[in-house]
């Protein structure tokens, strides 16, 4: 298949081309060489620099969708090799500032109003200019001071353009190279797409600050600034303005006067909680995003770059980092493979060997060397190569723990992540069983419940219809007629029990909207009080089952 390009995308579509060819296999550049849109370009010679830093700078080069690729590039251990991995994750997402006549232009277009309305002063200068929008500092008409983020002109455009293009270039990689489809290049171009366009609005970006507030209040060390809603749209952000210093940016000495290990405990249980309770996290935690105030907290700044994480992927990802911290490999591979996508080419005994190595090596190293996060970025390029794929936030959370390490051992030196996931295991447990227990997670269960109690008689009779007409059919060695008599009649007793203890839930769940005067724990007293039975009743339910069950496997290993 040829590439058909519209005039108007040619000129870009060639750049990027030039980017894939000189990074490219050579299956992919022969079939380049016999497009007609691509045959006038020459491979580029040998670079004697280092092929990484060139890799860097020609991202970099080709400006704010590639920066922006590159950065999620460097979490992707499965696809490059280290070396690429520490250059691209050194790529610097700043760029000159645009002028503030356009500032000007855009609050007031996205607001409604002029400036000098809506602000009592605003900051001609940044503070911080990046490749998607630039931030200054201003103060609000009640007194407020605030950081209002502005997005460039015309760059939801361009990186639309951008897309477009990778989008047509990377199909035709795929056709054309056998390894592309393997690494599912086509699925990381959609992820990529999706965060892009989630990063350009701003709106996601306020969310994503509530949300993570309310995930962190707890945390007296740890603080997030609050959005400004009624001044927050698609193009403007504005929220509390957080007077600090970037973390890497704090002289030893003044690192001296904080209580370093006590904030670095509670920056990675944070993620941890992040992670494995709430499902969002913030996914790039570098000195350069955290604040270090002047009362001596944290401040978390720049949520665009978010991770998500789906509940069944929370449980495995909490049982793979508790089994990393206490070195059972065998576990780590287990959960690993069970949430990762495999196929038949899948080297599962191989994965199981390097897997064993690096956590029987983290289990030995001393405490200085200890870094889960490597671990975990090591684990994801080994499933790379026996093409275990897993999922993008084991990615994600091995670049997060990454970055976390350092800056915990610059807070506190010696800081051992091994230690505090052991130590907050118990509360992420915790945490999670009230998560669950939430009134949500109840009334799911209720609906459910009645959804049991509403089909359970059609599926009683269906099964007693089929014993009527003497259909069920069972395939046994010998047995005794009494005896198994005995079997159904236990049977169609605890089914009764069952549809005795879901009727007392439904009709308790049904009476809880009935307001008495007779209330037991804040709630109506009847309600509870059938809550209370069918909790009782379910109690001794399992009581019975359980003993019944362990009489019956003494009685059979006497018999034998």
Request: charged fraction near 30%; glycine fraction near 6%.
């Given at each position: 298949m040829a590439l058909t390009l519209q005039p108007d995308q040619l000129r870009r579509s060639k750049e990027i081309a030039r980017?894939?060819?000189?990074?490219?296999?050579?299956?992919?550049?022969?079939?380049?060489?016999?497009?007609?849109?691509?045959?006038?370009?020459?491979?580029?010679?040998?670079?004697a620099a280092d092929e990484a830093e060139q890799l860097a700078r020609d991202l970099e080069a080709l400006g704010p969708t590639f920066i922006k690729l590159g950065q999620l590039l460097s979490t992707r251990s499965d696809l490059l090799p280290p070396p690429y991995l520490d250059a691209l994750a050194r790529l610097q997402d700043e760029v000159e500032p645009f002028p503030y006549a356009d500032v000007e232009r855009i609050v007031a277009e996205e607001l409604g109003v002029r400036m000098s309305k809506a602000f009592a002063d605003f900051a001609a200068t940044p503070t911080a200019s990046a490749s998607l929008g630039q931030v200054h500092r201003a103060t609000l008409r009640d007194g407020r001071q605030v950081a209002v983020k502005v997005q460039r002109p015309r760059i939801r455009q361009r990186v639309l353009a951008d897309l477009e293009a990778l989008e047509r270039l990377i199909g035709f990689v795929e056709e054309?190279?056998?390894?592309?489809?393997?690494?599912?290049?086509?699925?990381?171009?959609?992820?990529?797409?999706?965060?892009?366009?989630?990063?350009?609005?701003?709106?996601?970006?306020a969310q994503n600050l509530l949300a993570l507030g309310r995930s962190l209040e707890r945390f007296e060390r740890l603080t997030v600034p609050r959005p400004i809603d009624d001044y927050t749209t698609s193009r403007v952000l504005t929220m509390e303005y957080v007077e600090g210093a970037k973390l890497d940016a704090v002289s030893p000495l003044a690192r001296l006067e904080l209580d370093g290990a006590a904030i670095a405990d509670e920056l990675f249980e944070a993620y941890l909680v992040q992670?494995?309770?709430?499902?969002?996290?913030?996914?790039?935690?570098?000195?350069?995003?955290?604040?270090?105030?002047r009362d001596g907290r944290l401040a978390l700044i720049d949520l665009g770059m978010v991770g998500h994480v789906a509940p069944g992927l929370r449980d495995r990802l909490l049982k793979l980092l508790i089994a990393l911290g206490e070195g059972?490999?065998?576990?780590?591979?287990?959960?690993?493979?069970?949430?990762?996508?495999?196929?038949?080419?899948?080297?599962?005994?191989?994965?199981?060997?390097?897997?064993?190595?690096?956590?029987?090596?983290?289990?030995?190293?001393?405490?200085?060397?200890?870094?889960?996060?490597?671990?975990?970025?090591?684990?994801?390029?080994v499933a790379g190569e026996c093409e275990v794929w897993?999922?993008?936030?084991?990615?994600?959370?091995?670049?997060?723990?990454?970055?976390?390490?350092?800056?915990?051992?610059?807070?506190?030196?010696?800081?051992d992540p091994n230690a505090a996931i052991r130590r907050h295991a118990g509360e992420l447990m915790s945490r999670r069983m009230r998560r669950d227990l939430s009134p949500g997670n109840v009334v799911a269960s209720l609906l459910e419940a009645k959804e049991l109690a509403e089909q359970l008689p059609a599926r009683v009779n269906q099964i007693l219809a089929t014993l009527a007409d003497n259909e069920l059919r069972l395939k046994v060695d010998a047995f005794d007629e009494s005896e198994l008599m005995r079997a159904f009649q236990k049977v169609a007793n605890r089914i009764t029990t069952g549809v005795v203890l879901a009727a007392l839930i439904l009709g308790a769940a049904l009476m809880m909207r009935v307001d008495t005067a007779f209330r037991l724990f804040g709630y109506p007293g009847f309600a509870m009080l059938c809550f209370l039975a069918a909790a009782a009743g379910g109690v001794l339910l399992l009581w019975d089952v359980l003993m019944h069950d362990r009489r019956e496997g003494e009685g059979r290993r006497r018999r034998r």
């Open positions: 980017l894939l060819l000189r990074y490219g296999r050579s299956d992919v550049l022969a079939a380049a060489q016999r497009d007609p849109l691509l045959a006038d370009l020459e491979p580029p010679p040998p670079e054309h190279s056998e390894r592309a489809r393997r690494y599912r290049l086509g699925a990381l171009l959609e992820e990529f797409r999706r965060s892009l366009l989630a990063e350009l609005d701003y709106r996601r970006e992670v494995l309770v709430e499902g969002l996290f913030h996914a790039d935690p570098h000195p350069g995003n955290l604040l270090l105030t059972k490999s065998d576990e780590v591979a287990d959960q690993a493979l069970a949430m990762s996508a495999t196929s038949a080419e899948s080297d599962r005994d191989r994965f199981r060997r390097e897997v064993n190595h690096r956590v029987l090596s983290l289990r030995d190293a001393a405490i200085e060397d200890v870094a889960v996060g490597r671990v975990i970025h090591e684990l994801v390029g897993v999922p993008q936030e084991l990615s994600l959370l091995g670049k997060a723990l990454l970055n976390l390490d350092h800056i915990a051992r610059t807070l506190d030196p010696g800081f």
